[in-house]
């Protein structure tokens, strides 16, 4: 029905950027939450941003004025641009979306940064 492909991890130096994107298909209803959370081996799994479809944005106090949630509503894709990144932002990233009381998870994409 629905599914979200995530792409744009990899490896990265400390103090570089990266841009992920996920694309959502299926049945996509004009009203939705998209957001991005991040999830790093031994650690609770985090909400980093999040936007609705009116373009509101919330973000963690951990990457505010870092990182910047976006969207293009005629593609159903989210972006989350990351810069000025640290050693603490590696994890898998994963994108979500809800609506009308249902969620859906994309498969996930690594993020390593470097020292």
């Known amino acids: 029905q629905v599914q979200l492909v995530e792409s744009g991890g990899g490896l990265v130096q400390a103090g570089g950027s990266l841009r992920l994107s996920c694309a959502a298909s299926g049945t996509i209803f004009s009203s939705n939450v998209m957001a991005w959370y991040r999830h790093a081996p031994g650690k609770q799994r985090e909400l980093v941003a999040h936007?609705?479809?009116?373009?509101?944005?919330n973000y963690a106090d951990s990457v505010k004025g870092r990182f910047t949630i976006s969207r293009d509503n005629a593609k159903n894709t989210v972006y989350l641009q990351m810069n000025s990144l640290k050693l603490e932002d590696t994890a898998v990233y994963y994108c979500k979306i809800s609506m009308r009381g249902s969620s859906y998870w994309g498969q996930g994409t690594q993020v390593t940064v470097s020292s």
């Open positions: 936007i609705t479809s009116a373009g509101s944005t």
